[in-house]
């Protein structure tokens, strides 16, 4: 059995989006550290997500209309925080669902299920 303390950036770079939209669908609205902390703590620390790879696919989100920004002052500091749009929550359910097709190919592919008729 294979045991992984952290799943590599290469893995999570192409999962960002679909977690990110996740947890935002899930919590309502979230801000950029509390993101990351969530994912941490759901994970065990397997997925630690930088604010160098969080923010440009939050900038992202937004300028596709997938999640809009309300700004909290919290004294002298201004908090973003992240909440999905009518297409984001469409996005989150289309993305859920191609990775779960995904990872039941990848299953097939890697030969990790039985294949069907050949149980």
């Known amino acids: 059995m294979y045991v992984c303390s952290m799943y590599t950036s290469e893995l999570i770079k192409g999962?960002?989006?679909?977690?990110?939209?996740?947890?935002l669908k899930e919590n309502g609205r979230m801000y950029g550290y509390e993101i990351t902390q969530r994912v941490k703590d759901l994970t065990d620390g397997k997925i630690q997500i930088t604010e160098g790879a969080l923010y440009p696919t939050l900038h992202t989100l937004e300028k596709n209309g997938e999640v809009g920004i309300e700004e909290e002052y919290m004294g002298k500091r201004v908090r973003k925080?992240?909440?999905l749009?009518?297409?984001?929550?469409?996005t989150a359910r289309e993305k859920i669902n191609?990775?779960?097709?995904?990872?039941?190919?990848?299953?097939?592919?890697?030969?990790?299920?039985?294949?069907?008729?050949?149980?």
């Open 15 to 23: 999962t960002l989006k679909t977690i990110v939209l996740t947890l």
């Open 81 to 83: 925080y992240y909440t």
């Open 85 to 90: 749009t009518e297409q984001g929550q469409v």
């Open 98 to 119: 191609e990775f779960a097709d995904f990872i039941s190919t990848m299953k097939f592919l890697l030969d990790l299920q039985p294949k069907p008729g050949h149980a």
